[in-house]
Antibody
Framework: EVQLVESGGVVVQPGGSLRLSCAASGFTFDDYAMHWVRQAPGKGLEWVSLISWDGGSTYYADSVKGRFTISRDNSKNSLYLQMNSLRAEDTALYYC????????????WGQGTLVTVSS | DIQMTQSPSSLSASVGDRVTITCRASQGISNYLAWFQQKPGKAPKSLIYAASSLQSGVPSKFSGSGSGTDFTLTISSLQPEDFATYYCQQYNSYPLTFGPGTKVDIK
């Protein structure tokens, strides 16, 4: 069974840093690109970042560019999101999702990890 | 950036109804369009990719169509488990963008 499990979400102060992790199982992790998508409380989905299968290409939403860094460790079947200079508007449930054809998301999605930026 | 709009923003329907949701891109995206379903308190589920191809395991009551700027998601016969919020997403160019969602609830 394909499974994605996010972790690392906590309450952090504005300006702080955090690293999210996503542990993948049930598929050949290094065959697929991976995404981070977030959802602020009561709001819609916002794409955050994409990393290619080998980590050689990365893409970001304008709202996080320069502050967030996506990475992966294929030897550990793990995806990461390093989040720096956090703002209140980064408060959201962060999902990782398995990539599909082109730059799409095939799923499945993880259950999400909650990041709260508050003083 | 490519802006995605959806209509309606919400709709009320009955079990057995045929439901159509429209998604429009601010510029042409070929067929690089996906649809997702999200139920309250749950992670999204991928339904359709490439505008009209069903993800593995998705029932055939879901169908998608369109190309360029205008797309539709149709549920042929609405069932209780289909009441949810539906999002479209373009993956033609970066940054990838989602539509605002269409909430489908029970009439």
């Amino acid at each position: 069974e394909v499974q994605l499990v996010e972790s690392g979400g906590v309450v952090v102060q504005p300006g702080g840093s955090l690293r999210l992790s996503c542990a993948a199982s049930g598929f050949t992790f290094d065959d697929y690109a991976m995404h981070w998508v977030r959802q602020a409380p009561g709001k819609g989905l916002e794409w955050v970042s994409l990393i290619s299968w080998d980590g050689g290409s990365t893409y970001y939403a304008d709202s996080v560019k320069g502050r967030f860094t996506i990475s992966r460790d294929n030897s550990k079947n793990s995806l990461y999101l390093q989040m720096n200079s956090l703002r209140a508007e980064d408060t959201a449930l962060y999902y990782c999702a398995k990539g599909g054809a082109a730059a799409g998301i095939s799923g499945p999605w993880g259950q999400g990890t909650l990041v709260t930026v508050s003083s | 950036d490519i802006q995605m709009t959806q209509s309606p923003s919400s709709l009320s329907a009955s079990v057995g109804d045929r439901v159509t949701i429209t998604c429009r891109a601010s510029q042409g995206i070929s067929n690089y369009l996906a649809w997702f379903q999200q139920k309250p308190g749950k992670a999204p589920k991928s339904l359709i990719y490439a505008a009209s191809s069903l993800q593995s395991g998705v029932p055939s009551k879901f169908s998608g169509s369109g190309s360029g700027t205008d797309f539709t998601l149709t549920i042929s016969s609405l069932q209780p488990e289909d009441f949810a919020t539906y999002y479209c997403q373009q993956y033609n160019s970066y940054p990838l963008t989602f539509g605002p969602g269409t909430k489908v609830d029970i009439k």
